[in-house]
């Protein structure tokens, strides 16, 4: 039996503004700048207010009406600026743009692919070998492996290049590939790696020691079992240790040191604050570099003040021009705004950052980083815990110590046997001391950690040791251990 009633219900729903805000509010400086492009390109009632315009506008507000009632039309900058008003800075930097308009070529490095294919080129090879060749080296991954199965690759020339190709004849193509720089390319393990690297050098009685050890102890090498290869084989501790030290020269990833320009550009950071410290003071400023002053086009604003004010004789088409021109009108005046509201959010969130670790903006110094928490910041800065989070993702800070990612100033606390509270950082930092400074032969273990932290009054827990030493990316004891 159907019924009708009627039922309250509290929802949260966000506004297009508050959405947009909220994905601003993650990008990075470099990534808001092509935001920014982006929006600038596809919207075209958002305008970039030009440099010289800027200038003007903040002359024009200190100073007298330059406008006449007569010539109180909206003009272009062209149509009443003349050589003599513009100042002369100003014309020396339009005539150099204009002098160096043409492009400058951008020189994009060589990626690892063309490189091996330009070694391919030079290999006088039969079609179907070159064939099965270049499929190959497209498998070959950023870090010079090669980890796609033999029989899948021998699967996709059948049914791509309606090539049919035995596993002996991969292989054989294979080996081929493996004798290119850089050298250990194109392994599919990394066993495989080391040896092909081992192969190709000088083969020294350390070499030919080093290549039997990685072919027939490779699982007990990997893991330290230094015991066990040092009984297996017969060989000395002395001997042991040239190998070592043999094996550790070479590149456990060819393919590593091979990135496109762009790839370069895009691993550079570029920090979104810049605090400086001088004379004891301490001051923020925003890093704007790529936020260019934008507004509204005023033509389209006027477009829809004419298409609205004759409603009477509007016809479907027009109708449809004035929903178009509203549309583009209320996305811009809603980026701009988001725009202005996220650099206001991170200019806030930054200034409490700042007065939380305000010791360690004024010293540079690790150990006066206060124990600090997205809430601490939340609450001080009036936003929500999510806001903040992020703000503080993927941000950078330029100090006087050096660039810093935002997260650096959060860490948890931790009470010390007197009740003090520490940053757990610290905690970290004592364990890492005492790592960097352990007898290799005999590494400290994380129960021994813990003991050494309660002696000087961190009451800490072994399982939470070695949860701080993953964190550091600090093996295990056993992974650690020389000889």
């Not at 990833?253 to 979104?272: F, Y």
Request: proline letters at 4%; glycine letters at 4%; aromatic letters at 6%.
């Amino acid at each position: 039996m159907l019924k009708q009633h009627l039922q309250q219900k509290l929802q949260q729903k966000l506004s297009p503004q508050q959405i947009q805000l909220i994905r601003l509010l993650e990008l990075p400086a470099i990534e808001l700048e092509e935001r920014i492009k982006n929006e600038l390109e596809e919207n075209p009632a958002l305008d970039e207010v030009p440099e010289i315009v800027e200038d003007f506008e903040r002359m024009e507000e200190g100073g007298e009406e330059n406008r006449t009632e007569e010539n109180d039309t909206d003009l272009s900058l062209g149509d009443y600026l003349t050589e003599d008003d513009i100042p002369d800075y100003k014309l020396r930097e339009i005539r150099e743009r204009a002098e160096h308009k043409e492009d400058i070529p951008f020189s994009a490095g060589q990626s690892l692919n063309e490189y091996l294919l330009q070694q391919l080129g030079l290999r006088d090879l039969p079609e179907t070998e070159m064939t099965i060749a270049e499929y190959i080296i497209g498998n070959i991954e950023d870090d010079g492996y090669l980890r796609r199965d033999l029989h899948a690759i021998a699967d996709d020339l059948a049914f791509q290049a309606g090539q049919e190709v035995s596993i002996p004849e991969l292989k054989e193509v294979l080996k081929l590939i493996q004798d290119f720089d850089p050298p250990g390319i194109a392994a599919r393990n990394l066993k495989e790696c080391l040896l092909i690297q081992l192969e190709k050098r000088e083969q020294t009685v350390v070499v030919e020691l080093a290549t039997r050890i990685i072919r027939n102890y490779f699982e007990e090498f990997s893991r330290k079992h230094y015991d066990k290869i040092l009984r297996s084989t017969g060989i000395s501790e002395e001997e042991l240790k040239m190998v070592i030290q043999e094996i550790t020269t070479l590149d456990p990833k060819p393919g590593s040191n091979w990135g496109g320009a762009m790839e370069t550009i895009l691993s550079q950071v570029t920090p979104d604050f810049i605090v400086e410290t001088i004379n004891g003071e301490i001051y923020l400023s925003m890093n704007n570099r790529g936020v260019p002053e934008m507004r509204v086009n005023p033509e389209y604003r006027d477009m829809l003040q004419s298409y609205t004010s004759n409603k009477a004789n509007q016809t479907a088409e027009m109708k449809d021009a004035v929903q178009f021109v509203k549309q583009k009108l209320d996305s811009a005046q809603w980026f701009i705004d988001a725009i202005r509201q996220r650099q206001e959010t991170l200019q806030r969130t930054m200034e409490t950052i700042i007065q939380l670790q305000h010791d360690f903006f004024l010293t540079g110094e690790e150990a006066s980083l206060r124990p600090m928490i997205l809430k601490d910041v939340a609450e001080k800065a009036g936003y929500d815990i999510s806001t903040i989070s992020r703000v503080s993702n993927s941000k950078y800070v330029q100090t006087n110590f050096g660039i810093y990612p935002l997260k650096y100033f959060f860490s948890e606390s931790m009470s010390t046997d007197s009740g003090e509270e520490v940053s757990t950082r610290e905690v970290k930092k004592i364990m890492k001391d005492h790592i960097d400074g352990e007898n290799k032969r005999k590494p400290l273990t994380d129960e021994e950690l813990a003991n050494i932290l309660k002696a000087k009054g961190y009451v800490i827990a072994r399982r939470t040791v070695a949860k701080y030493r993953e964190q550091m990316d600090i093996p295990v004891a056993r992974l650690r251990k020389e000889i």
